[in-house]
């Protein structure tokens, strides 16, 4: 046998990928807040193996575990903006429900506490 270095992922793969994962888009079709609570349907993982790769492990993360945006993001490793546009297409396709999401009366508090956190984190 001969031997044969490790492979390396081509580094221009990292950078095209999600771009061509939501089909050039980078708004998603419905906004979601981080924190929202999503959870598959009951088709969803099997109605997800047609609709890509992506979609399909955002369902099997969301499959009887309530899961916020954040969550699906970190746990499937795809960048925020990526998921954003694919979770908003998967509620739009009724595949994920959302469950719940901050009114939008509620911006400006949300906005106060994240600024309270901010600043106490500054002074650690």
Known sequence: ????PPRREDP?????????VTRGRTEPRQEIALEAVLTATPAAVAESRFAG??????????EGRAQSLAEIAAYTRLPLGVARVLVADMVADSLLTLHSA??????E??????ERVLSG????
Do not use: F, N, S, W
Request: proline residues 5%; charged residues 30%.
């Open 1 to 4: 046998m001969d031997y044969q």
């Open 12 to 20: 221009r793969g990292a950078l095209v990928r999600p771009y061509a």
């Open 53 to 62: 790769h992506d979609k399909h492990r955002i369902a099997t993360v969301c």
């Open 102 to 107: 901050a009114p939008a009366e509620a911006y």
């Open 109 to 114: 508090e949300r906005m106060e506490l994240l």
């Open 121 to 124: 984190l500054r002074r650690l």
